[in-house]
């Protein structure tokens, strides 16, 4: 008895320290992604609710691994520490171009499986306290390199300041001198990004979609259409930077030059800084994207009121780091035959969508004046959220998979969601109001991979955008005005201020090779058809 009872409580030993390494590795997993994220995924109370429901989750891990057989929970932490490599794993694949995006990750789940099983294999006759002991061993290393890369990172972001981001542009001076004393008439403007949305004739000869008829209805209520419009630049960071500021950007073959370096001056943009000082209040209805997160002086933030503190971290934490939120949703959505709202990320519900909509027919049908409305919209730009109909599509049709016919019609059936909300919140928008200006523009077009084999270098889809405006009293400019957005807020200065703003040539550049060479490295486009 004294032997069996003396072995049970080694056993229980056993446990609680491989309980104890187990937390401790899962822990620092979900607490430096925390830490990378914590603009984006929730509050801090979300934190630790989700933390709590992990450590819950793992003695139940445990628990089940020591009932199916005893030696194998010893082996459950090396297990955790495999899976956190998985999203980097799968990057590396993606990266060799091994295969398909669903077949890669399905690769890695495989080998992580299968180095666990033959780790178990070789050790199970090991002494239980080495195999802790060295479980321990690995998560300090784990700890150290996690917090190393945190340090880092931080320390590559000090050197992302206002002034250095301002160095990014052309123009170093706001294109125009705001009086805030003077007395000028402050119609509303609603200016709506819709990401990734393609050009006409692009549309036609890519995806065999005739969008004439959004077009026409746009001439028809009075709207300028950009003829053969095209993005400045093939990358949202850039194109907005740009657009915001009125400026082309300083080309850099500078590789420690990321997109981060994009936000201070997209933030801070002559745009912004300028309408306010006008007198406008800056309504922001924003994405996820860091970029347009937050505006200085902004009077509603969309995602702060009903994003980001409605987020579950833990949600967001499964989807991005493990394949299991994916998994279960897609078996659960095979059973129920609709799909389920578990391990969804909010930032993803389709109703956000709505909510979105809903809050631009609202907020441009203000009878005062003197709003700004600033609306990104992360469509049709995956993920699918929305068919045209306005039904939520399955969790399945979210993202781009290796059937680029199946990609493009989602993405067809979400521009003729966006489309028909348009029109019918313009429509609203006339009855209120009898002065306001409403700009359409596309930060860049489809991404060419995406839809097209083979893709690379497609500039004329990748560059295409809609570019369109509107102002109820006359403004002098026509089509070749919108060929790109670099005026756009030009024309803007020049219905509200009546002066003569310069305005610059339009050009359209794409990377010399690739973001990851330089995020800054353009080149001009001369002629499209010689380089696609």
């Not at 936000?263 to 309408?275: D, F, G, M």
Request: proline share 3%.
């Amino acid at each position: 008895m004294k032997i069996s009872g003396k072995s049970n409580v080694i056993l229980f030993k056993q446990f609680l320290l491989t309980l104890m390494v187990s937390e401790f590795i899962i822990a620092i997993d979900y607490t430096f992604f925390y830490l990378y994220n914590y603009h984006a995924i929730g509050s801090f109370y979300a934190f630790i609710l989700g933390l709590l429901s992990l450590f819950f989750s793992i003695i139940c891990l445990l628990l089940f691994a020591k009932l199916v057989i005893n030696k194998i929970f010893l082996f459950i932490p090396i297990g955790l520490f495999l899976t956190t490599l998985y999203t980097p794993l799968t990057e590396l694949f993606v990266y060799m171009d091994i295969s398909s995006s669903f077949i890669n990750k399905l690769l890695v789940l495989g080998l992580i499986f299968l180095i666990w099983i033959l780790l178990y294999y070789i050790f199970r006759y090991e002494d239980s306290r080495k195999i802790i002991k060295n479980s321990f061993f690995v998560s300090i290393i784990f700890f150290s390199i996690s917090l190393v890369d945190l340090i880092i990172l931080k320390l590559d972001r000090t050197g992302v300041t206002y002034e250095s981001s301002f160095e990014l542009l052309k123009r170093k001076e706001s294109p125009v001198d705001i009086n805030s004393n003077a007395e000028v008439e402050l119609p509303n403007i609603i200016y709506i990004v819709p990401d990734r949305y393609g050009g006409i004739e692009q549309l036609k000869n890519y995806f065999d979609y005739d969008n004439s008829n959004f077009i026409n209805a746009l001439e028809n209520k009075g709207f300028i259409i950009g003829k053969d419009s095209r993005s400045n630049y093939p990358s949202s960071y850039a194109s907005i930077l740009s657009t915001l500021n009125s400026s082309y950007i300083v080309e850099s073959n500078d590789v420690k030059k990321t997109r981060d370096l994009a936000y201070p001056a997209i933030k801070n943009s002559y745009a912004y800084t300028n309408l306010s000082k006008l007198g406008y209040e800056l309504y922001n209805l924003n994405t996820w994207w860091e970029g347009n997160r937050y505006i200085p002086n902004e009077e509603l933030n969309f995602y702060s009121e009903h994003v980001r503190h409605n987020q579950s971290t833990l949600s967001y934490y499964i989807n991005q780091k493990t394949p299991f939120g994916a998994i279960l949703r897609n078996l659960l959505e095979i059973f129920l035959e609709e799909p389920p709202n578990i391990f969804v990320e909010i930032r993803n519900e389709c109703e956000i969508q709505k909510t979105k909509f809903k809050k631009l027919s609202d907020s441009s049908q203000y009878k005062g004046n003197g709003l700004f409305i600033y609306a990104h919209f992360m469509m049709p730009h995956a993920p699918y959220l929305l068919n045209a109909s306005g039904d939520c599509n399955p969790s399945s049709m979210h993202y781009a998979g290796s059937d680029l016919e199946a990609n493009k019609d989602r993405y067809i059936e979400s521009l003729k969601f966006f489309n028909v909300q348009i029109l019918n919140i313009f429509d609203a928008m006339l009855e209120t109001n009898k002065n306001f200006i409403f700009v359409i523009q596309s930060d860049e077009g489809p991404y060419p991979c995406q839809y097209l084999d083979p893709c690379k270098d497609n500039w004329d889809l990748k560059t295409s955008n809609i570019n369109v405006f509107y102002a109820s009293n006359k403004l002098k400019i026509d089509e070749n005005d919108l060929k790109t957005p670099i005026n756009n807020f030009n024309y803007i200065y020049k219905y509200l201020l009546d002066s003569d703003t310069q305005t610059l040539e339009h050009v359209v550049y794409k990377y010399k090779t690739k973001e990851e060479d330089g995020a800054f490295d353009f080149q001009k486009i001369n002629n499209f058809e010689a380089i696609n």
